[in-house]
């Protein structure tokens, strides 16, 4: 069952995530459980020290710039197994951590978190896809992101349709590879799970009323294709003094927002 995690493949995609396998590294400044993301009093504890080590103005902005980090580190990752290897990689929340190495003053390195996976699992498709899919989907957005993700939300507080959008700018590079490099059959299936996470998948399946991408995106030639705007501001401009280039505050007559 858990062959797929000794491969190069899933070696391959952890190392492009910074994925650490296995416990953090006994160098950190600061370790939370996943599952503690999921409590309010320590989620609290933890974004408002996250705020003040990024150098974040306030809350709303610290937790919008940790969800962006999380659908980096964590969601695209797995939908990746999922869509690119056939496999439904799944791990233990309470086993799994966010931490931030120790950075010395000569040393280059960011101040968001890293993820340390633990208790993983890999389950290859197996009978109708639909159905497989359908439950890896309900298990990675329903029962672990969703809850996360209204923690912070209600904490910061800020919008969850921010929070969403920022899990969505980091999977959607995954769902639009050069067409040229993709085989037929895989651009089938990479359309085919994007079509469905954006506006077929039911908002149950993401812990929610509504599928919560379906907002983000446009049909175009009759294929769901992400907006060339984002639909909500993520605050970024609040962290560097400059906008995203997709940022829907950015006047278009007035290009020179954008440093």
């Not at 639909?130 to 209600?154: D, N």
Request: charged fraction near 20%; charge should be neutral.
């Amino acid at each position: 069952m858990d062959h797929y995690l000794s491969t190069d493949l899933w070696r391959q995609t952890v190392e492009e995530h910074s994925i650490r396998l296995g416990e953090p590294s006994e160098d950190n400044v600061r370790i939370i459980a996943l599952s503690q993301l999921h409590e309010e009093a320590a989620c609290r504890e933890y974004l408002s020290w996250l705020q003040e080590y990024i150098g974040a103005p306030d809350m709303r902005v610290a937790a919008s710039m940790l969800a962006k980090r999380i659908g980096y580190l964590w969601i695209a990752p797995l939908l990746t197994a999922m869509t690119v290897h056939h496999q439904h990689v799944s791990f233990r929340l309470d086993n799994s951590f966010l931490y931030h190495p120790t950075l010395t003053a000569n040393e280059g390195g960011t101040h968001f978190p890293f993820l340390a996976m633990n208790g993983l699992r890999a389950e290859a498709l197996t009978g109708d896809r639909e159905v497989w899919r359908e439950k890896v989907v309900k298990e990675m957005f329903a029962l672990h992101l969703a809850p996360l993700l209204k923690t912070l939300a209600a904490i910061a507080p800020l919008s969850m349709s921010i929070l969403w959008e920022n899990i969505m700018i980091r999977i959607v590079p995954l769902y639009t590879p050069e067409v040229d490099n993709a085989e037929q059959e895989s651009q089938h299936i990479i359309q085919a799970d994007f079509s469905y996470l954006t506006q077929g998948a039911p908002g149950h399946l993401f812990g929610v009323k509504r599928n919560p991408f379906t907002r983000f995106t446009k049909n175009k030639d009759s294929i769901p294709a992400v907006k060339s705007k984002r639909t909500t501001c993520c605050f970024y401009y609040q962290m560097s003094g400059e906008y995203c280039r997709k940022c829907p505050k950015i006047d278009n007559e007035n290009k020179s927002q954008l440093k």
